[in-house]
């Protein structure tokens, strides 16, 4: 597909990567001043898929349908630029969004602070809440598919093709809420059987963050044997406040009613934690804010509670290039040596 020219437009120059259904790439526009970048993902169901190609042509679409829907109303959803077929082949078009995947920081032995935590809660509960309000459920958050933007350093929330819109659901409206799909691990049981509500995206962003707290993927975390509940907390490399501890606990419980029903319910809740309040003030994240919030982290790490191990913690202020006035989100995070 590299060298394609999709829609006598969109130059396909570079794979992105590929999974599930469908493969992305990376194409400039040929009609826009300076040709900037954008996204193609091409509907590709791969060979061990267990989803019918009717199935992913009708999650294909939706995730078309949100986009087009909710890009424009919401800078942190991507926006649809085209929908097309042509040779037997189906895409979208989506506009590029330059920033770096939350993803790879675990594998970086980067950890999320504690003030980055309550950060990346403040800045992406809104956006859950405004697609819940349309009716969206998301289906597979987990952080890579967070990647955070160079220009502002907003967390954009990517890669639609799982999520469900009640607004449009097909005929066999049971058929499709049944469908079990989503990452293990980040998904909560109900969705793993075929149910799913709106605190099943609540349930996986909590388990976004304590992926990024602890470094462990869901998978590899403790369980506690009397309650059955997660035992993340022997994992961190940083003592939370406990009105945090206890939010990030509720929101990723095994049984659906016993977790946050409604976003508004989790912002609530995050009102009475030390520090939210400069999050919630915040209109536009700068990069001296955040410097005065990295040297704060870095003289807290100093006394820092340890696990048994001894683990020592060292700030880190590297990373990747600041653009424009937007920062990185490095300063929220710690880096763990071996």
């Not at 085209?82 to 950890?111: H, I, M, N, P």
């Not at 289906?139 to 469900?164: E, H, M, T």
């Not at 590899?220 to 509940?229: P, R, V």
């Not at 804010?289 to 048994?308: C, D, L, M, T």
Request: hydrophobic content about 45%; charged content about 20%.
């Amino acid at each position: 597909m590299i060298g394609q020219l999709l829609a006598e437009r969109y130059l396909v120059v570079k794979q992105l990567g590929s999974g599930g259904f469908s493969e992305t790439y990376l194409a400039r526009d040929k009609y826009r001043p300076q040709h900037p970048l954008c996204v193609v993902k091409c509907l590709k169901p791969s060979a061990k898929s267990t989803i019918s190609l009717e199935t992913a042509q009708r999650l294909f679409d939706t995730e078309a349908r949100i986009l087009d829907a909710l890009g424009q109303q919401h800078d942190q959803i991507p926006t649809l630029l085209a929908y097309c077929q042509e040779d037997d082949q189906t895409y979208q078009v989506q506009d590029f969004v330059d920033g770096e995947s939350l993803g790879g920081w675990t594998t970086r032995k980067r950890r999320l602070t504690a003030q980055g935590a309550i950060a990346l809660l403040f800045n992406l509960l809104p956006i859950l809440d405004f697609i819940h309000s349309h009716q969206v459920i998301h289906r597979d958050i987990k952080p890579s598919n967070l990647i955070q933007r160079r220009s502002d350093g907003k967390i954009v929330l990517i890669d639609f093709g799982a999520a469900f819109w009640k607004t449009i659901a097909p005929p066999d409206h049971d058929a499709e809420t049944a469908l079990a799909i989503g990452t293990p691990g980040f998904m909560p049981d109900e969705q793993q059987v075929g149910q799913v509500d709106f605190s099943s995206d609540l349930y996986a962003l909590g388990m976004s963050v304590i992926n990024l707290l602890t470094g462990l993927t869901p998978l590899k975390l403790e369980y506690d044997s009397i309650t059955g509940t997660l035992d993340w907390q022997v994992d961190l490399y940083e003592a939370l406040d406990p009105k945090l501890t206890a939010i990030l606990e509720r929101m990723v419980q095994p049984i659906a009613r016993d977790r946050f029903a409604r976003v508004a319910d989790v912002l609530a809740a995050l009102e009475a934690v030390p520090g939210f309040g400069k999050h919630k003030a915040q209109r536009r994240w700068s990069m001296s804010a955040w410097q005065r919030s990295f040297s704060r982290v870095e003289a807290q790490a100093k006394r820092a509670w340890k696990p048994a191990a001894a683990v020592a913690l060292v700030a880190f202020a590297g990373g990747w290039l600041f653009v424009d006035r937007g920062q990185s989100i490095n300063a929220l995070f710690t880096h763990v040596s071996a």
